[in-house]
């Protein structure tokens, strides 16, 4: 019999039931918090996870998405340029506050507030990519397509 999942993972197999996506979060016996660790426990190339990155707009305080591969770092000047304002890291209450999640585990879809998302175009050399699940050890599998329809994100490029 499967164990049921954690509060936070079970809201992030919600989400992805109710968009209709075939995707199953599973919960790790190991760390997932970092790309590297995610990538080690799924058996998959580290470009091919999907980190979760919040943002905030330096002027508007807005919260922005950043979904990125693994094997990736943002530039920020860039995405800055992107969206049109400076922006910097959010902090882990900020994060929280806007997702409903703590960061390491922070998923692409199931957030409390709807969040403008770029979606890192590296992402789609991939036929598989992994993604956060709500927790710091919970996973699920999707493809680019999913990522990009889940989250009604732009595709850009952020390295």
Request: glycine share 8%; proline share 5%.
């Amino acid at each position: 019999m499967n164990k049921p999942l954690s509060a936070s993972a079970g809201k992030v197999q919600e989400a992805l039931s109710a968009g209709g996506y075939p995707c199953r979060v599973l919960e790790m016996e190991k760390s997932t918090r970092s790309a590297a660790e995610a990538a080690q426990a799924v058996g998959c190339h580290i470009g091919q996870i999907v980190k979760s990155l919040v943002f905030k707009g330096k002027k508007t305080k807005k919260a922005y998405l950043v979904v990125a591969s693994g094997a990736n770092r943002v530039n920020v000047k860039k995405l800055s340029e992107t969206a049109e304002e400076p922006m910097q890291m959010a902090d882990a209450d900020f994060v929280r506050k806007t997702t409903g999640f703590a960061v390491g585990g922070v998923p692409p879809l199931g957030h409390e507030t709807p969040l403008e998302t770029f979606i890192d175009a590296d992402l789609f050399k991939h036929e598989t990519l992994w993604a956060a699940a709500g927790t710091p050890n919970a996973l699920f599998r999707l493809t680019p397509a999913d990522l990009k329809a889940m989250t009604g994100g732009r595709v850009v490029a952020l390295s």
